[in-house]
């Protein structure tokens, strides 16, 4: 529901709605959201714009080292204190742009009297109401399916999931955008084949399902829709702070 037309001038009190990032999981996939919500923002000044208040912090634990890896540390304390002082500077919800980080959400909620909103419940809502009972094929971290992060959300909204084949060559493609080398042609190689590979398991939609695949998309070439997560948060966090009804999951 990308926002194009403004039917009303949004009052003062909806114009300086806050909306804090839990950030920096990656660095590149927080200023891609931020990048987004800006370019879905029907603008004609600055004061049009949505008020983010960004914790950028790439000093996070890793969710790999933690989830995948398993001797990292745990990155929920870091989260919540990152929730709590976005509270404490204003804010009238938070958003976290990182799927696998959402293995964490419950830590940032408690740390917290606003609503942290969540992004594979967005995202799975979006799908439902656009594609009722589509297989959902999954690229995304490993962990994500190590942790059933999106298994525990579908079987309420009639989805299922797919994943590809090669999901450590995924991980691998997240890890170059991580370094920064998300566009070295043999890294968007591995991306179409994996997008490849869940049309062929039979995916009616794919999932841009870590944000850091979110940076490089504009490379992805299927014939297949894709629903990238960022996005969907990026055009609710616009219809929200214009004061739109925006339910909650």
Known sequence: MT???????????????????????????????MQRVIEVTPAEDDIDHVHL???????????IKALIDGDGENPGPVIADMARRLE???ADFLVMPCNTAHHYWQYAQDAVDIPVWHIVERTLDTISRRIPGAKVGM????????????????????????YPDDEAAVLEVIRAVKRGQGRHPDTLAVFARAADDLKARGADVLVLACTELSVIQDALDVSLPVVDTVQVLAEQVVAAAAGADIPDP
Do not use: W
């Not at 009052?11 to 709605?17: A, G, I």
């Not at 690229?139 to 797919?162: N, Q």
């Open 139 to 162: 690229l995304c971290s490993p962990a994500l399916r190590k942790i059933g992060l999106y298994e525990g959300f579908t079987e309420a909204r009639g989805l299922s999931l797919v």
């Open 3 to 33: 926002i194009h037309d403004r039917d009303v001038e949004p009052s003062p009190s909806q114009r300086h709605t806050i909306v804090g990032v839990l950030g920096g999981m990656g660095p590149d996939a927080t200023v891609t959201f």
């Open 88 to 90: 404490q500077g204003g």
């Open 53 to 63: 208040l960004v914790d950028n912090n790439p000093k996070v634990p890793s969710r």
